[in-house]
């Protein structure tokens, strides 16, 4: 099998394509024919060495992707040669075969497309676990969406419209504003406007939005919590623009407000059941033609390092996929 392999971390330049054994599944195993990879700005910090998991080198970058089932290991029942599915992991994503846990992957339907499934796991069960269990949205409340032309903007903004809230989308570039409305936003604001929060006053008719979902970190969250309304909650998803911020905490005790961790690595690990159903919820509400993710780039295998570059550089308005295999 082919696969894009970091010997040591670095850019993706330094990385290359290279002929590897094709693993076997052991017990309790399944081996995926990957056909698409999405490509996110994790992906780059973990294969430079800078996310908060190292994953041990030599390793293929990589964490959500799309395939097909090719073979199973002792004791699998829950999925067979042939099965259509999305799943993810810390790395593995970027070559034509990984072996995951046969109780991981989630059966895709005939009609999402293998791009489709790359880009939605992930995104939308973030999403979904931060809105509701972290953030306990009710139907009617505000939600302010930062980052809201990114992975997890699109899917928070889709995922509380279904929910029933009103969502204002925070982004920075007309284009990705531009997305923000595409996706089902209320109103697409710029974040970096001198008159950023007395845009989100006058939609809120001064009362602060109800749920801040947060990707972005850095200079955003500050404003971004002062825009709570009474016992709002700001969910810290990431720090997508590279610095870890510090908050006031004066803040809190002013709004009778939250600060909530939204992990879904440790999601997984805690609570399994729970994630499970999610995954179930986030894909009957695909059935039902309210979550759709949008790929707005797609790359050839072989341009591996121009899909990770292109994750990095933070522009792209929509999700990147790598097309692994056909």
């Known amino acids: 099998m082919r696969a894009v392999l970091a010997r040591e971390f670095g850019a993706p330049e330094s990385f290359s394509i290279e002929t590897l054994p094709t693993p076997e599944p052991g017990p309790g195993e399944a081996r995926i024919a990957i056909r698409r990879a999405g490509i996110s700005f994790v992906d780059v910090l973990m294969a430079g060495g800078r996310y908060q998991v190292k994953p041990p080198l030599p390793y293929i970058p990589g964490t959500e992707f799309s395939g097909v089932v090719d073979a199973v290991g002792e004791g699998v029942t829950r999925l067979k040669p042939g099965d259509r599915v999305a799943t993810s992991g810390m790395g593995g994503s970027m070559g034509e075969m990984t072996i995951v846990p046969a109780a991981g992957p989630l059966l895709i339907p005939d009609a999402m497309s293998f791009d489709e499934a790359a880009v939605f ?5 973030t999403a979904y676990y931060a809105l509701v269990q972290r953030g306990g949205l009710q139907a009617g409340e505000t939600v302010l969406v930062l980052g809201a032309g990114g992975a997890v903007g699109v899917a928070a903004i889709q995922v509380a419209k279904a929910l029933g809230a009103r969502v204002i989308g925070a982004a920075s570039s007309e284009a990705k504003r531009a997305l923000v409305l595409e996706a089902g936003a209320d109103a697409a604001v710029d974040n970096r406007a001198a008159d950023y929060r007395d845009r989100l006053k006058a939609l809120t008719n001064n009362k602060g939005v109800d749920v801040v979902v947060d990707p972005v970190g850095g200079p955003a969250t500050e404003p971004a919590f002062r825009s709570l309304g009474w016992k709002g909650r700001h969910l810290v998803i990431g720090f997508a623009a ?7 905490t004066n803040l809190a005790l002013l709004k009778g407000g939250d600060l909530r961790g939204v992990d879904i690595r440790q999601f997984g690990i805690f609570e399994p059941e729970v ?30 390092a121009e899909a990770m570059q292109a994750a990095a550089g933070g522009e792209v308005a929509g999700r990147i996929v790598l097309n692994v295999s056909d």
């Open 275 to 304: 994630s499970q159903q999610n995954n179930l919820a986030v894909m009957a509400l695909y059935a039902k033609g309210l979550l759709r993710p949008k790929v707005a780039q797609r790359f050839p295998f072989e341009r591996f």
């Open 121 to 125: 796991r992930v995104s939308y069960a």
């Open 242 to 248: 590279g610095e870890i911020p510090r908050l006031p």
